[in-house]
C-alpha cells in the first residue's frame, strides 16, 4: 500500500514539484532514492535542513538573493514533506510550521521582497504576503493568489513573478483550512468573508488601484476564487486554476486527497466528513452571481478532478457574458505538466483584464 | 545500441534539459515516450514546432513577455533536437539554424531583451547577444558567458537571468566551432583571439564598465574562459563551469562526447582527430598566466570529464593568489543536477569580483 501511494503521489503531483520550484534534481533523486511512502516526509525535511543551512550561510556572505531564494526552497521542501501526509498530524503540523518560519526568513530577501501581513478579521489573524513589481509607482492592479487543498499562499512564488513582470502586484493568504490558518480556523462555508477582509486591507494601500483587482485560485482554490467573486463585487477578473464546482464526486475520491478533504475541515474519519464537505463545497447558485470577467483552465487529463466538473461550472455560467474555457487536451491536474504553457497564460489574461502590461 | 544511446543520454543530461530551461513536463513525457535514440530527433523537432506556434499566437495577441519565452522555448526544443547529434549532419545543422532563427525572434521580446550583435574579426563576423539589466543605468558590470561543445549562446537565457538580477550586464557569443559560428570556423586553437575581438567590441559600449569585465564558460566552454583569460589580461574575474584542463582523456571518451569533439573541430573520423584535438586543447603554460581570480567547479560524479582534470588544473594554478575550487561531491557534469544551488553561487561570486550587488 505504502507503495502504492508512492507511485500515486509521483504519478499525479512529481511534474508540479518542479512547476512551484523544487529542483528536478532534487525530485530525481528522490524517486530515485524513496521505495515507501512512509520515507517521504523525512526525506523533503532532510532537504529542507539541508537548504536552510545553506541559506544561512549565504545570509552571512551577503548573498541576500541566494539566502531568499534557498530560504524558499528550505520552505518548499517542508512544504512537500507534508504535503498529502495526513495520517500524521504531528508531523504535519510540524512541516506546516518549519514551511512558514522559512518562508519569512525568504521573504524579506527576494528581489521583489514578500511583505508580511496578519490581517484581524473576526478574531482571527489572517496571514498572507503582498508584493510589488520592482521599480514600480503608482497605484498598481493587484492579484489575489489563492492555494486550495494542499497548496499555501508560500507555494505561488514563481507564479506571482510571472505577474511582477507584467506589472501586477501580488496579495496571498491562507484562508480557513489552509496552510498557517488552518491552526486558526478549519474549512468553513464562509471563506469568501475572509477574501473580502483582505480586499478590505487591500483597498487601503497606497500602492494598490482599488478598482483593479483580480483574484486567482488553484485546485480548491479555484472554488474558493468563484466563492470570492460570486459575493464580493469588487473584483474585476477571476481564474479558476483548475476547476472544483462542488464534492459530488467525494464517495469516488482516493487517499490521499480524500483523507485531506476531511482533514483540513476538521474531521478525522473521512465518512463522516462527507455531508459537512458536500453541503460546504458547492458552487450551486454561486457561480450564477459572478459579474466579472471569468478565466477556467482545467487539464482534460486530470485524474484528481473529474471532468464533469468542469461541464457543471459550464452549465451555472452558461448566461455569463465573459467567460474563457481552456481544457488542455493534455493537460493533468491543473495542467501541471504544461507549468510553462498555461501559467503565463493565465497570467496574461489577469494581466489584459486589469490593465496591466504583457 | 540505439536505446543505450539513449539511456546514457537521460542518465548524464535530463536534469540538465531542465536545468536550462525545457519544462519538466517535456522531458518526463520524452522519457515516457521515446525508446529509440533514433526518435530523439524528430521528437524535439515537433515540440519546438509547436512552441513556434504558440509563440506566433502570443505575439498576435501583444502577449510579448509571453511569445519571447514561447520563441525560446521553441528554440531551445530545436537546439535540444541537434543535441549529440553528430552522425547525421544534414538534420544537425538544420537544428542549429532552427534554434538561431528562434532565438533571433525571441531576443527583443524578453523583459530583458537580448541585443544582438555581430563583430566583425578576420574575415569572420562573430554572432553573439548583450543583455542588460532592467531599469539599470550607468556604466555596469558585465560577463561574458560561453558555451561549450553542446551549448551555445542560446542556451544560457537562465543563467545569464541570474546575473542581470544581480546587476551584471551579459554577453554571450558563438566562437569557432559552436553553434552559429561552426558555420564559419570549426575548432581552433587562436579561440581567445575570438573572445578579445568581442571585448574590444564592449569595451566601446556606452553601458558597459570596461574595467569590470568577467568570464565564464561551462564544460569545454570552462575550458575556453581560462584560456582567454590566460591571453587577456583585461579580464578581472574567470569562472570555469566544469574543468576541462586537456584532451589527455579523449582515447577513454564515449560517443556521442567523443565523436563531437571530432565534428566541431571539422573531421568526420573521430580516430583521425585525436591528434589536432589533444595539440589544441591543452591548458599546460596556458593556465599559469592567469592572473585574474578564478572560480573552478566540477561535480565530483562527473562522468563525462574525469576528476583527474580538475587535480591537472589545481596543479597547473598552484601558485595562483585567488583560485577557488568548488567540488560538490554529489555533482554530475558542470552540477547540472544542483543547478539551484551552484548557479547562483557563481553569479554570487561574479558579482561580488565585478562589484555588483548579491
Partial sequence: MSREILDSVWRASGIRLIGDGVPAGDVMAAQASLTHWDEWFPYWTDLGDTYERLAREALARNRRQSAGELFWHACLSHHYAQFLWFHDSVRRDLGQMRKVALYREAAPLFAAPAIRFDVPFDGFAIPGYLRLPPGASGSLPVVIVLGGLESTKEESYRFENLCLTRGL????????????????????????????????WLEKRPEIAADC???????????????????????????????????SYY?????????????????????????????TLDLSGQAERVRCPVYALHGAQDVLIPATQVDRLRKAMAAHADMTFDIPEDGNHCCHNLYAVVRPRMADWLAERLGART
Fill in 169 to 200: 502586484a501580488t496579495c496571498t493568504f491562507d484562508g480557513p483550512g489552509q496552510g498557517e490558518m488552518y491552526f486558526q480556523a478549519k474549512l468553513r462555508p464562509d471563506f469568501h468573508r475572509f477574501t473580502s477582509a483582505v480586499l478590505d
Fill in 251 to 279: 464517495d469516488q475520491m482516493r487517499d490521499p486527497a480524500r483523507r485531506g478533504f476531511a482533514f483540513v475541515a476538521g474531521y478525522d474519519d473521512a465518512e463522516k466528513a462527507g455531508p459537512y464537505l458536500r453541503d
Fill in 213 to 247: 483587482i483580480g483574484i486567482i485560485g488553484r485546485s480548491l482554490g479555484g472554488f474558493y476564487a468563484i466563492h470570492s467573486a460570486a459575493h464580493d463585487p469588487r473584483f474585476k477578473a477571476c481564474v479558476c486554476w483548475g476547476v472544483l464546482f462542488d464534492l
